[in-house]
């Protein structure tokens, strides 16, 4: 069984930073790409940034030099340094990793969500 994690969210004035953690745990042999989802309310689930094992990185065009997601995989968790946040950054976000849990056996996983809510 694979279990993620996440840490890091909470109230924040506009113009403050957050920082959101999520760690992986339970039976992986490797971990493909990482990432971090975000749902407003009243909206569908959008893909915030993404990084991939060997470390490339890509990023909804709203967040583009405001974010910065990074991943230690000797400690299977990734980071999202999220930095100048708006009202409009206020969201459940959730954290994705496809893992490999066998030799034939490659899925995605999903974090139970952490609210991140950003006050004018």
């Known amino acids: 069984q694979v279990q993620l994690v996440e840490s890091g969210g909470g109230l924040v004035q506009a113009g403050g930073s957050l920082r959101l953690s999520c760690a992986a745990s339970g039976s992986i042999i490797s971990i493909n790409a990482m990432g971090w989802y975000r749902q407003a309310p009243g909206k569908q689930r959008e893909l915030v940034a993404r990084?991939?094992?060997?470390?490339?990185?890509n990023y909804t065009d709203s967040v583009k030099g405001r974010f910065t997601i990074s991943r230690d995989n000797a400690k299977n968790t990734v980071y999202l340094q999220m930095n100048s946040l708006k009202p409009e950054d206020t969201a459940v976000y959730h954290c994705?990793?496809?893992?490999?849990?066998?030799?034939?056996?490659?899925?995605?996983?999903w974090g139970q969500g952490t609210q991140v809510t950003v006050s004018s």
């Open positions: 994705n990793a496809n893992i490999r849990t066998s030799m034939f056996s490659f899925r995605d996983y």
């Open positions: 990084i991939t094992s060997g470390g490339s990185t």
